[in-house]
């Protein structure tokens, strides 16, 4: 008989789900969404505009711009759900 996981994801916070809207069958908590876009807009349009005024570098200095937000909003906001494994024998 072969094992079979099976990967359960429960939200954090059940109770407070007026907090939370669907994103792509996924449960958001709409602070953090706000704080994510917020902190993400600001550190991409950021390395827009003190990106030095030749063609290409705009867009990549603010490419490195969304992607340092990113790595900030991973770290600031925690994800609100639990992932667990439950094995079973068939």
Same mark, same amino acid.
């Given at each position: 008989m072969?094992?079979m996981?099976?990967?359960?994801?429960?939200? @954090?916070?059940?109770? @407070?789900?007026?907090?939370?809207?669907e994103?792509?069958?996924?449960l958001?908590?709409?602070k953090s969404?706000?704080?994510?876009?917020?902190v993400c807009?600001?550190?991409?349009l950021?390395?827009?505009f003190i990106?030095? @005024?030749?063609?290409p570098?705009?867009?990549?200095?603010?490419?490195?711009?969304?992607?340092f937000?990113?790595?900030?909003?991973?770290l600031?906001?925690?994800?609100?759900?639990?992932?667990?494994?439950?094995q079973?024998?068939?």
């Amino acid at each position: 008989m072969a094992d079979m996981k099976i990967k359960e994801m429960l939200p @954090n916070k059940v109770e @407070n789900t007026s907090d939370n809207i669907e994103v792509w069958e996924d449960l958001v908590n709409i602070k953090s969404m706000a704080l994510s876009l917020l902190v993400c807009s600001i550190t991409a349009l950021g390395g827009y505009f003190i990106a030095p @005024n030749e063609p290409p570098k705009p867009l990549f200095y603010g490419l490195i711009g969304a992607f340092f937000g990113f790595i900030l909003c991973s770290l600031v906001v925690k994800p609100k759900r639990i992932i667990r494994e439950i094995q079973r024998e068939d």
